[in-house]
């Protein structure tokens, strides 16, 4: 039940809970249309609370409360309060057995957080406070028990019953009815709670961990699907030899359950031993899944497995530090994925959705520190900024510190905190005294918000062979930040030459030149870097790899980052450079087109494009990163007020400039990089699809009949869904008779396959085709539409308000007004997903004021609904304010 006047949660108000609960026992008995849950807690006053009263306050939602009774003594009804959010007790004992019985639900509960039901059974999903809707409990991450759980349940209906930890026992009992009891062995946050009640298919494996004990791997799938099982369980494997070889750490189980289901708010949830994926991240045959959806997976289960010590063993104190847990284990996740495909692919695209979605995030109304201070409902919460800023930070230490000293400081921190809940300060801390560093000014990458701006300029003295960077950094206000102080900022650099080489770096003062490629401290709002026997004038390369999460800003000319281009030998600026010039081009081609000139693309660009195609072969998923234009959103947030509509036009004018020079070489590599042989997911194949694929998108942006020849050609050979998508995307966006006959085939074979059925939707959602927005709303209509399944509505509304701008924008406002409705009709249903798609405003403000008014328009008219979730109101208000 939603609290009708949510007050803010502050940091600064951060208190140890009064009572901790020890033991939780849950006897959950599963009987249609009820779930009853019989909780035994064993409580005691916490000895490091300051907190006097005898009061004990337990939260509980859309539960009934049948009875509450304290160390077996039945209580009255005027023993105790009850309301829609809290049971009160009061003068409580110092240590006493709390029992109460609840009942609710499963089948009713359409927001999927709590104990939810889906055709094939039930799941749970308690992160962050979905606890509280299975039971009354102090629903706090600092609040840490040891679980036995007992489930029953009807045997032909659901008979898999699981929970978190070890089986310990089962059976069957009356009515054709059994149970399973499982317990735990560690101590954990209510938020890692699990159980399922389903009917499911298992793939089994086994890993020998490396102290020799053996565990017992499941992946538990939909009937009839274990043939999509079996990466994951591959994924998992690879995942826990990782983590055993990079940072020392093994499973702590005898036995690690993977759970797919698909209806699911968000990705996955790393709950102790028990993971419950959505299907998304798990499901898998090369006829269904893409390279990327393979590579995700590989990524997401690594990163739920590697949760079980960054996240579980060790836990966060209160949700403020929930980048203690989520922005490590991202960072560990990315580390995985560049040790597994390519380092340098995996970092551009971690980058660059880090610039399109967290970037945006920290320049609008929901702009927040890595760990926010405030917020109404914690939900809203799991954002770029906590996730994928937070892995930034988590990787600058790791460059400031080095990669020995990051892992002596993780053994530190596992050996100090292993069994606590702690916050971001205690894992700084950690890293501090392994490495011997002081991490004072570099905190405030936790505690300010927004996108630092660095400038760069460089000044080459030829008599006295001395190159000067000149350094400044600022950071814009942001929401409830009007100054910043500076930030430490670790800037990898090298000197490119004009023959490319890189030169040997001395700074001013230091007796000998260090290596080539080094991290120079940035500190001050200006600071300067003298480099000494500097031989010739040097093109800087800044900000290597993407040493830290701000923009840089810096007076290269065209030439200059053409050199860049083709010499840097750091993989990702050389893409940067491309990825620079080409940004620059699109945007003077912008105010072009504003001006009603004829735009210009510079023929160095072209030209190196060209270099780019004929060394494709050299490394062709790195080719491909550089032959894909930065998004039309990055492009956006360049503008002061953005016009996505000269965006799209001159974003495709070059492409199609690009395509008509190169049609030869495009259709070459079309044709030479076809994988022969069976399908596998690995770098060096999916890299080849990605330029073959890339390059037959340039080719069907000329749109006659040859291109959209050769595409539906490729439509109907493609063997793998790679190749298929990849074709059906382009025809989606063609304008010929090729497009329905590929969509009409496409769903007819894929109409039982929701993972399918779900590209089927997003590859039209997309399409930039005039008349999206009718398109958008008859799909609505299509039987296999619905609200209620996330990932559907993903994969059409989402899809049409993130990733189709111009006609999300559309200058009438009809993008606007759709997705508003929309985000209201998602909000009876599931207010996470309503608040994600009501997120889609969170830009309004960089456009026109016609836009800004239809925006304003749409935002005001979700706003005066009054059964509006406390999710959807957070976002609403702080986008009008
Ligand atoms: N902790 C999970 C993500 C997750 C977060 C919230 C959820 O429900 C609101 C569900 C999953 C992860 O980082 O993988
Ligand atoms: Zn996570």
């Not at 946050?189 to 499911?200: D, I, N, Q």
Request: charged fraction near 25%; glycine fraction near 6%.
């Amino acid at each position: 039940m939603r609290d009708p006047n949510p007050q803010p949660v502050l940091l600064k108000d951060y208190a140890p809970p009064p009572y901790l609960i020890d033991r939780v026992e849950l006897d959950v008995d599963v009987r249609e249309p009820w779930a009853t849950v019989h909780a035994r807690l064993a409580v005691r006053r916490n000895p490091g609370s300051k907190d006097t009263g005898r009061t004990l306050v337990l939260d509980g939602e859309h539960i009934e409360l049948l009875s509450v009774a304290i160390d077996g003594r039945a209580l009255a009804a005027s023993e105790y309060k009850v309301d829609a959010q809290n049971l009160r007790l009061e003068s409580v004992p110092d240590a006493f057995t709390l029992e109460t019985r609840v009942r609710f639900d499963p089948w009713k509960n359409t927001r999927l957080e709590g104990f939810y039901a889906t055709k094939d059974g039930l799941f749970t999903q308690c992160e962050a406070q979905g606890f509280r809707c299975i039971t009354y409990f102090v629903d706090r991450p600092d609040v840490m028990a040891k679980y036995l759980v007992t489930l029953h349940a009807d045997k032909e209906r659901f008979p898999r019953l699981l929970a978190n930890g070890n089986l310990v026992a089962s059976g069957d009992e009356e009515g054709a009815r059994h149970w399973a009891r499982w317990e735990d062995p560690f101590p954990k946050p209510c938020y890692l709670y699990a159980m399922v009640a389903a009917k499911l298919d298992l793939l089994e494996g086994s890993f020998t961990t490396r102290s020799g004990k053996n565990a017992l791997l499941q992946v538990y799938v939909e009937p009839g699907k274990v043939d999509q099982a079996g990466f994951t369980l591959h994924a998992l494997k690879k995942a826990m030899q990782w983590d055993e070889s990079v940072f020392g750490l093994e499973l702590d189980l005898d036995r690690f359950m993977i759970v797919a289901v698909g209806d699911f708010n968000m990705g996955a949830m790393e709950n102790k031993g028990l993971n419950i994926f959505n299907t998304k991240y798990v499901l898998a045959r090369p006829d269904t899944a893409t390279d990327m959806d393979y590579y995700l997976i590989d990524r997401v289960v690594a990163h739920e497995y590697f949760h079980n010590w960054t996240g579980n063993r060790v836990t966060c104190r209160d949700w403020f530090q929930l980048s203690l847990k989520e922005g490590l284990t991202v960072f560990r996740d990315q580390e995985y994925g560049a040790d597994e495909y390519s380092r340098a692919v995996a970092r551009i695209q971690d980058v660059r959705k880090l610039r399109e979605v967290q970037f945006a995030e920290d320049a609008g109304p929901m702009a927040h520190p890595v760990r926010p201070d405030t917020y109404v409902e914690i939900n809203n919460f799991y954002t770029p900024t906590v996730y994928d800023k937070g892995a930034e930070v988590v990787r600058m230490i790791h460059t400031i510190i080095g990669k020995a000293a990051f892992r002596r400081g993780m053994d530190l921190y596992f050996e100090r905190h292993d069994g606590q809940a702690v916050t971001c300060d205690d894992f700084v801390r950690a890293m501090e005294d392994a490495a011997k560093v002081d991490l004072t000014q570099f905190r405030r990458w936790y505690s300010q918000s927004g996108t630092p701006v660095v400038a760069c300029r460089g000044e080459y003295d030829a008599t006295a062979q001395k190159y000067t960077l000149t350094v400044k950094q600022s950071c814009p206000p942001t929401a409830g930040q009007p100054e910043k102080l500076p930030f430490h900022i670790p800037m990898a650099v090298g000197l490119v030459a004009a023959d490319g080489a890189d030169m040997a770096l001395r700074l001013e003062g230091e007796p000998r030149a260090q290596g080539t490629n080094r991290v120079l401290d940035v500190r001050e709002a200006e600071q300067r870097f003298v480099f000494v026997d500097v031989p010739s004038m040097p093109v800087p390369s800044l900000l290597r790899g993407f040493s830290a999460p701000v923009v840089l800003r810096s007076d290269w000319s065209d030439a200059d980052l053409t050199h860049l281009m083709a010499y840097d030998s750091d993989a990702f600026n050389r893409w940067e450079a491309g990825d620079v010039l080409a940004t620059r081009i699109i945007l003077a081609g912008v105010k072009a087109i504003q001006a009603g000139n004829v735009p210009e693309i510079p023929a160095a660009y072209i030209d190196a494009i060209g270099r780019v195609l004929v060394n494709a072969a050299r490394d062709p998923a790195f080719a491909a990163e550089c032959l894909a234009l930065p998004a039309e959103s990055f492009l956006a947030e360049q503008m002061d007020v953005a016009d996505p509509d000269a965006i799209h036009v001159m974003r495709k004018r070059v492409i199609r400039i690009l395509a008509t020079r190169y049609r030869t070489r495009f259709e070459g590599a079309f044709r030479h990089f076809s994988v022969p042989g069976a399908y596998s997911p690995d770098a060096g194949a999916a890299g080849r699809r990605a330029l073959r694929n890339a390059a037959l998108a340039y080719l069907m942006e000329l749109d006659d009949s040859t291109a959209r020849a050769l595409t539906f050609l490729e439509y109907r050979r493609a063997e793998n869904m790679t190749d298929t998508m990849a074709a059906l995307q382009c025809l989606a966006n063609s304008s010929g008779a090729e497009r329905e006959r590929a969509l009409g085939m496409f769903f007819e074979k894929w109409k039982d396959e929701a993972l399918v059925v779900d590209k089927w939707f997003r590859v039209q959602a997309t399409s930039e085709l005039a008349g999206a927005i009718d398109r958008v709303q008859a799909l609505l209509k299509h039987p296999a539409f619905t609200l209620a399944n996330p990932n559907r509505a993903r994969s059409l509304l989402f899809a049409f308000a993130r990733a189709n701008p111009v006609h999300f924008h559309a200058a009438d406002g009809s993008g606007y007004r759709f997705v508003a409705e929309q985000v209201v009709a998602l909000d009876a249903l599931n207010p996470q997903i309503a608040s994600g798609l009501a997120r889609s405003f969170d830009r309004w403000k960089k456009y026109d004021a016609a836009r800004q008014g239809h925006a304003r328009a749409a935002l005001e008219s979700i706003r005066t609904r009054d059964a509006l979730s406390n999710d959807v109101r957070e976002v609403v208000d702080r986008a009008l304010a």
